[in-house]
């Protein structure tokens, strides 16, 4: 439960929150899909503004991006730097990567996809410098994109190296045979734990792992980790990029192969009772996804992140696919890791502003919103989970068993 003080925030600023939120809260960010294209150039011929428009004429791009391009550096900085002006000490960050931008393979490369994962890295460093970042791969975190490898291979190395800083030695050598790990999460009775998945083995665009049954044990993996969570009265956090289920803007577009769909579906109904929440990108889309037991009662949920890159969507029969850049703040009990407030910060290309003589945007809160959590309200867009009926509630907004991951 959040704490006595927490109920009554009405503060104006996170800054006032901070002070009257107390044990056992805790805040963490989750960031995902920041898609950095590096060549952005808001100035000169529209076909040459971003590579990550293809061939698409950017008639009007500004200085902060466009909704047919990837995330100039900029937005991308300005969004961390937010991050640190509105949360500045979280708990820990949740990096559920594509940091790469959308363009062919041929104009990418390994060292250019390890050079802008290592300039990400060291800008979430610099800003948060303390804090405990919990990190995963995307689909175009490789090379050739959406092709990982089910063993050890170059990039994985390399991203070990670069995310040492943040994991144990065990997770180091765990990441460098799959890209995937599990550690403990801060907290007063170190009961809590986080398992990163590197769910792009089970992407249907993934060649290499086409025929596999469980591509580097890793499904064995999580069940021998969630089997041991239960055994020691651990509680879970579960994350990653890609995410089971459909794309809510076409239902006939799902991102897993069916066996292995249906395998990450049995192990979620296996130990609902120990996951406390599940957290991925890829979308873009400020969503989620329920999930159900044999019969029909929600057992567990997963959020989908808004992704910071506004770039448009080319699959087909997607409309008005691109999306507003985001950052996502959530608000947990410490002991139980139950999720008591998710605040998602979006902001319009065309509105963002800047802080004078600072350079970044800020992620305002919505002017008809408190600007920090309060408790009971119901579900509202803005995430607020009101105590053990929350599963019931989400089921209610959502679409049902038939739309489920």
Same mark, same amino acid.
């Given at each position: 439960?959040?704490?006595?003080?927490?109920?009554?925030?009405?503060?104006?600023?996170?800054?006032?929150?901070?002070?009257?939120?107390?044990?056992?809260?805790?805040?963490?960010?989750?960031?995902?899909?920041?898609?950095?294209?590096?060549?952005?150039?808001?100035?000169?011929?529209?076909?040459?503004?971003?590579?990550?428009?293809?061939?698409?004429?950017?008639?009007?791009?500004?200085?902060?991006?466009?909704?047919?391009?990837?995330?100039?550096?900029?937005?991308?900085?300005?969004?961390?730097?937010?991050?640190?002006?509105?949360?500045?000490?979280?708990?820990?960050?949740?990096?559920?990567?594509?940091?790469?931008?959308?363009?062919?393979?041929?104009?990418?490369?390994?060292?250019?996809?390890?050079?802008?994962?290592?300039?990400?890295?060291?800008?979430?460093?610099?800003?948060?410098?303390?804090?405990?970042?919990?990190?995963?791969?995307?689909?175009?975190?490789?090379?050739?994109?959406?092709?990982?490898?089910?063993?050890?291979?170059?990039?994985?190395?390399?991203?070990?190296?670069?995310? $040492?800083?943040?994991?144990?030695?065990?997770?180091?050598?765990?990441?460098?045979?799959?890209?995937?790990?599990?550690?403990?999460?801060?907290?007063?009775?170190?009961?809590?734990?986080?398992?990163?998945?590197?769910?792009?083995?089970? +992407?249907?665009?993934?060649?290499?792992?086409?025929?596999?049954?469980?591509?580097?044990?890793?499904?064995?993996?999580?069940?021998?980790?969630?089997?041991?969570?239960?055994?020691?009265?651990?509680?879970?956090?579960?994350?990653?990029?890609?995410?089971?289920?459909?794309?809510?803007?076409?239902?006939?577009?799902?991102?897993?192969?069916?066996?292995?769909?249906?395998?990450?579906?049995?192990?979620?109904?296996?130990?609902?009772?120990?996951?406390?929440?599940?957290?991925?990108?890829?979308?873009?889309?400020?969503?989620?996804?329920?999930?159900?037991?044999?019969?029909?009662?929600?057992?567990?949920?997963?959020?989908?992140?808004?992704?910071?890159?506004?770039?448009?969507?080319?699959?087909?029969?997607?409309?008005?696919?691109?999306?507003?850049?985001?950052?996502?703040?959530? +608000? +947990?009990? $410490?002991?139980?890791?139950?999720?008591?407030?998710?605040?998602?910060?979006?902001?319009?290309?065309?509105?963002?502003?800047?802080?004078?003589?600072?350079?970044?945007?800020?992620?305002?809160?919505?002017?008809?919103?408190?600007?920090?959590?309060?408790?009971?309200?119901?579900?509202?867009?803005? $995430?607020?989970?009101?105590?053990?009926?929350?599963?019931?509630?989400?089921?209610?907004?959502?679409?049902?068993?038939?739309?489920?991951?």
């Amino acid at each position: 439960m959040l704490g006595r003080k927490a109920s009554g925030c009405l503060k104006t600023s996170w800054a006032d929150c901070r002070e009257v939120i107390t044990w056992p809260v805790g805040q963490f960010w989750h960031i995902s899909d920041l898609h950095l294209d590096p060549e952005y150039n808001a100035s000169g011929d529209p076909l040459q503004v971003c590579p990550s428009a293809g061939s698409q004429p950017v008639s009007s791009a500004g200085v902060w991006g466009d909704y047919l391009c990837d995330a100039p550096w900029i937005l991308i900085n300005s969004s961390i730097y937010a991050m640190k002006a509105l949360l500045p000490s979280p708990d820990f960050i949740l990096w559920t990567g594509d940091d790469t931008p959308h363009v062919p393979n041929e104009k990418l490369g390994e060292e250019a996809v390890l050079k802008i994962v290592k300039h990400l890295t060291e800008l979430i460093r610099l800003v948060f410098p303390e804090t405990k970042v919990y990190a995963a791969l995307g689909n175009h975190d490789f090379h050739p994109k959406n092709q990982f490898p089910a063993g050890r291979n170059n990039i994985y190395n390399q991203v070990a190296d670069l995310w $040492r800083p943040w994991l144990n030695n065990e997770s180091i050598s765990q990441f460098k045979e799959g890209a995937f790990y599990t550690e403990r999460l801060p907290g007063p009775n170190q009961t809590g734990r986080i398992v990163v998945l590197n769910t792009n083995l089970y +992407y249907t665009s993934n060649e290499q792992t086409a025929g596999l049954d469980d591509p580097a044990s890793q499904l064995r993996w999580l069940d021998d980790v969630l089997n041991n969570a239960s055994r020691e009265g651990e509680k879970v956090y579960v994350t990653g990029h890609l995410p089971p289920g459909f794309f809510e803007k076409t239902r006939n577009k799902a991102w897993f192969r069916p066996s292995f769909n249906q395998r990450y579906v049995e192990i979620i109904r296996k130990y609902h009772h120990v996951i406390a929440g599940q957290f991925f990108g890829h979308h873009h889309t400020d969503s989620f996804r329920m999930f159900y037991d044999d019969t029909g009662d929600p057992i567990s949920v997963m959020f989908l992140v808004p992704g910071v890159s506004p770039w448009k969507t080319t699959l087909p029969g997607v409309n008005n696919g691109a999306n507003n850049p985001g950052i996502r703040v959530w +608000y +947990y009990d $410490r002991d139980t890791l139950q999720l008591q407030e998710g605040r998602s910060r979006l902001r319009r290309l065309s509105i963002i502003w800047v802080t004078p003589g600072h350079g970044h945007i800020l992620f305002k809160p919505h002017p008809r919103q408190p600007a920090c959590p309060k408790v009971g309200e119901g579900v509202s867009t803005d $995430r607020s989970l009101p105590g053990p009926g929350w599963l019931s509630s989400l089921h209610a907004a959502g679409a049902g068993p038939d739309y489920a991951g």
